[in-house]
T-cell receptor, first 114, second 113 residues
Framework: AQSVTQPDIHITVSEGASLELRCNYS??????LFWYVQSPGQGLQLLLK??????LVQGIKGFEAEFKRSQSSFNLRKPSVHWSDAAEYFC????????????FGTGTRLKVLA | DAGVIQSPRHEVTEMGQEVTLRCKPI?????LFWYRQTMMRGLELLIY????????DSGMPEDRFSAKMPNASFSTLKIQPSEPRDSAVYFC???????????FGQGTRLTVV
């Protein structure tokens, strides 16, 4: 069965600093991968997704993520964080066959200092 | 499209009562998911449907939980009887196809006292 690990529960960065949120997955075949963001009291919104092709994926709000098969990672990055990026971020892995279900990581809560 | 619509947004109920959460997926989407979010356990997949048929209910915590999807535009998650440990935010999500992204509703915050 697939699984997702987000090793950082909380991350604090200063506004304008760069950001990298880590995500490691476990899946026997080529996965499809997602990053979602959740603002307080809201549902989850898709930031970006990887299915195949270019391993560097661009998303909304200036985010990007890189798929590294050798490291089983799909880390999320942003070159310059804005105060409005404070939220919780979830990585998810989907099965490319079988049940096609998604499994989410436990999330990383981002705090941005002014 | 208005997105995935969940009702109610908030529910407070007494232990032992029946609770029904409702979800209207995005029109045309053939997958529907129910998730539960808590501080301790994060986002857990409870059950999901494909073309109104339950595919995987292995995440349903116990027999007190049941879910139905009588047609393509409506699903319910029922807890009977409810217990305080069921307090959580319950999300419904839908997607159009096996390889598409999921769209989430705003969630139902359930408090069982």
């Amino acid at each position: 069965a697939q699984s997702v690990t987000q090793p950082d529960i909380h991350i604090t960065v200063s506004e304008g600093a760069s950001l990298e949120l880590r995500c490691n997955y476990s899946y026997g075949a080529t996965p499809y991968l997602f990053w979602y963001v959740q603002s307080p009291g809201q549902g989850l919104q898709l930031l970006l997704k990887y299915f195949s092709g270019d391993t560097l994926v661009q998303g909304i709000k200036g985010f990007e993520a890189e798929f590294k098969r050798s490291q089983s990672s799909f880390n999320l990055r942003k070159p310059s964080v804005h105060w409005s990026d404070a939220a919780e971020y979830f990585c998810a892995v989907g099965e490319a066959s079988g049940t096609y279900k998604y499994i989410f990581g436990t999330g990383t809560r981002l705090k941005v200092l002014a | 499209d208005a997105g995935v619509i969940q009702s109610p947004r908030h529910e407070v109920t007494e232990m032992g009562q029946e609770v029904t959460l409702r979800c209207k997926p995005i029109s045309g989407h053939d997958y529907l998911f129910w998730y539960r979010q808590t501080m301790m356990r994060g986002l857990e997949l409870l059950i999901y449907f494909n073309n109104n048929v339950p595919i995987d209910d292995s995440g349903m915590p116990e027999d007190r939980f049941s879910a139905k999807m009588p047609n393509a535009s409506f699903s319910t998650l029922k807890i009977q009887p409810s217990e305080p440990r069921d307090s959580a935010v319950y999300f419904c999500a839908s997607r159009g196809g096996a390889f598409a992204e999921a769209f989430f509703g705003q969630g139902t915050r359930l408090t069982v006292v």
